[in-house]
């Protein structure tokens, strides 16, 4: 199994309070990404890193924010978290990069609720 | 953005019974892949497709990547109870860094 360690697990906020979700990885890969889960929508992208500090936006992007000052860390950050970012987050990383070969290993997910 | 069409949404089936799902879109994908997600955890890659036409077997499922590349297929033989989960399509564009994921199929298994 890819070393990939998303933290915390489970976590409930209210609407308004900042919010951060990491992603810890030992496999030294360059490319990282969040994504959130909901009923019907399957995995969306929301951002991805292609090594350090070099993010980019996803196509769900609005509302959070990364960033990646190591190699092994990914954080998104919900700046002021509402109900709609109610989901389960995934993080998930590729030894190359994963438009080459679409072949990601994925963490365990994060699931936040937002009262 | 791009849409990928999953069906069924979800499936109820007797086990050792076989699974066909399937998944399209009005574009066309140069890689074509199938994961799966168990309750409780992340997707795992199950099989990727690189080529039109290109039929790919692991263990019980076999997936096929569609002649006019705008579609793919995944059969699964003989199902047991551990097949039970969301399987989710993924297709990819020639020099695209992202994968758009279809809405997955959630498959129950009664014993």
């Known amino acids: 199994d890819a070393g990939i360690t998303q933290s915390p697990r489970h976590k409930v906020t209210e609407t308004g309070t900042p919010v951060t979700l990491r992603c810890h990885q030992t496999e030294n890969h360059r490319y990282m990404y969040w994504y959130r889960q909901d009923p019907g929508h399957g995995l969306r992208l929301i951002h991805y890193?292609?090594?350090?500090?070099?993010?980019d936006k996803g196509e769900v992007s609005d509302g959070y924010s990364v960033s990646r000052s190591k190699t092994e860390d990914f954080l998104l950050t919900l700046e002021s978290a509402t109900s709609s970012q109610t989901s389960v987050y995934f993080c998930?990383?590729?030894?190359?990069?994963?438009?080459?070969?679409?072949?990601?290993?994925f963490g365990e997910g994060s699931r936040l609720t937002v009262l | 953005g791009q849409q990928l069409n999953q069906s069924p949404q979800s499936m109820f089936i007797q086990e050792g019974e076989d699974v066909s799902m399937n998944c399209t879109s009005s574009s066309i994908f140069n890689t074509w892949l199938w994961y799966k997600q168990d309750p409780g955890e992340g997707p795992v890659l199950l099989i990727a497709?690189?080529?039109?036409?290109e039929l790919t077997s692991n263990g019980r499922l076999t997936a096929q990547f569609g002649i006019t590349r705008k579609d793919s297929f995944l059969n699964i033989s003989a199902s047991i109870p551990s097949d039970v989960g969301i399987y989710f399509c993924?297709?990819?564009?020639?020099?695209?860094?992202?994968?758009?994921f279809g809405q997955g199929t959630r498959l129950t298994i009664n014993p």
């Open positions: 993924a297709g990819l564009f020639q020099g695209a860094q992202k994968l758009v």
């Open positions: 497709l690189y080529k039109a036409g």
């Open positions: 890193s292609y090594g350090v500090k070099d993010t």
């Open positions: 998930a990383i590729s030894e190359s990069r994963g438009g080459d070969t679409g072949e990601l290993f």
